[in-house]
């Protein structure tokens, strides 16, 4: 029997020969995505990928790798796709996406339109950007908002797209795909709730608390302490506000800011209601032009896969080629076809950047369905 040491360096001579004989497939490929570029012809050619996997395990003498061989060529093909798609960089033919950059964001209508009430989180994070004398109004709903910018009644909507402790706003993520808006900048502010109550209100009289599904989830180490309390979701945390307000029951609470019991005349019951110190909600700031400032630093994208194995992982491998940090991921049901699902990335870069195009060429080559959301 060998002992280890000569069998590692078997093996080692072995890996020297797979280098070289890796190298010179490369050289290979580099001509391939030459004649390609020269004739236009598209670089995934997926009937060739499958005649050649047939072929590689035809080869195999011991049956038993043939399943190792072909999960090693997918590998192969997928490496030499990723580099004819950078010297399609290098060639010149650039993915342009649409989007302008400009210095700072233009206005039209200098108004920017935000979901709920005043005092509002919403509010809170569009004075946090734009400033505190913005010209603004509210609706009802987030829908609302992305109707008001698409018809050109506000320049901007802000909207909130996660929360660091109750997760993500599944509804927006559906209307960026819906509408053909563009994220444009994302603000983060901290949330801090509180009880709020009429001014004649006790902490000992509240039986009943109305509040934002995600506020009240964020609050529900506090609410576990009273569990006899009926908790009703409100549309904001804003009307939750309201509706204890105007109804003038001092049963009643309402979770909110601070600034919204100040806004309202309510007593605060009771403050840092949240479980989590450090709880923050990213908003979007989304408009209806195409464009992104020039120093912008992520890309926010979503796609479709098709639904078979290994198809999420060789998307997700052109992030990884190309040295690209992907910050976020999630995924979404698409409406009418059952168990499966769209997909949300976003990325550290930007659409000028050599990297951030090679990635998004193989997208669009290899996805069902891309779509540049944003870059800011």
Same mark, same amino acid.
Not at 301 to 315: A, D, M, P, R, T
């Given at each position: ?10 093996? =080692? ?16 490929? #580099? ?10 012809? !598209? @670089? ?47 060639? *010149? ?6 989007? +302008? ?14 979901? %709920?009430?005043? %005092? ?13 004398? #913005? ?6 709903? $987030? ?21 660091? +402790? ?30 709020? %109550?009429? !001014? ?6 509240? #039986?009943? @608390? ?18 006899? $309390? ?16 105007? =109804? ?16 309202? %005349? ?9 479980? +989590? ?8 700031? @989304? *408009? ?17 896969? +098709? ?25 979404? !049901?698409?409406? =009418? ?8 990335? =976003? ?8 990297? @951030? ?20």
């Amino acid at each position: 029997m060998k002992n280890l040491g000569e069998i590692r360096e078997e093996i =080692d001579e072995i890996d020297s020969q797979i280098v070289a004989l890796y190298e010179e497939r490369m050289k290979r490929t #580099t001509e391939v995505a030459e004649y390609k570029i020269s004739v236009g012809k !598209p @670089v995934l050619d997926k009937e060739r990928e499958k005649e050649k996997i047939l072929k590689v395990k035809e080869l195999v003498k011991d049956k038993k790798n043939s399943y190792d061989m072909e999960e090693l060529f997918e590998q192969i093909m997928a490496m030499s796709r990723k580099r004819q798609y950078q010297l399609l960089n290098w060639y *010149g033919q650039i993915e342009e996406f649409g989007f +302008s950059q400009v210095d700072k964001l233009p206005f039209i209508t200098n108004k920017v339109v935000y979901q %709920g009430m005043e %005092g509002s989180y919403s509010e809170l994070a569009m004075k946090a950007y734009f400033g505190e004398n #913005t010209n603004s109004f509210h609706v009802e709903t $987030w829908e609302d908002a992305m109707e008001a910018i698409r018809n050109g009644e506000a320049d901007y909507a802000v909207l909130p797209i996660e929360n660091s +402790s109750a997760g993500i706003v599944g509804e927006n993520f559906d209307l960026l795909v819906k509408y053909d808006n563009y994220i444009v900048a994302e603000q983060i502010i901290k949330i801090e709730h509180a009880l709020l %109550g009429l !001014p004649e209100s006790n902490l000992s009289d509240i #039986t009943c @608390v109305y509040s934002h599904p995600q506020a009240l989830m964020q609050s529900i180490d506090f609410l576990e302490e009273h569990k006899n $309390w009926k908790r009703i979701k409100a549309g904001n945390t804003a009307f939750a506000a309201i509706k204890v307000l105007e =109804d003038k029951k001092k049963n009643q609470a309402a979770i909110a800011s601070i600034e919204t019991a100040k806004k309202y %005349g309510l007593k605060i019951l009771k403050t840092h209601i949240n479980y +989590s110190k450090e709880n923050s909600t990213r908003f979007i700031i @989304v *408009g209806n032009q195409n464009i992104s400032l020039k120093e912008a630093k992520k890309v926010s994208i979503c796609f479709e896969v +098709s639904h078979e194995s290994g198809s999420l992982y060789h998307i997700l491998s052109h992030f990884m080629f190309n040295n690209l940090n992907m910050v976020k991921i999630e995924s979404r !049901p698409i409406k =009418d076809k059952s168990f499966e699902y769209r997909f949300f990335v =976003d990325l550290e870069g930007n659409l000028k950047d050599g990297a @951030v195009q090679n990635a998004l060429k193989g997208l669009i080559e290899e996805a069902l369905y891309i779509n540049v959301l944003g870059n800011y």
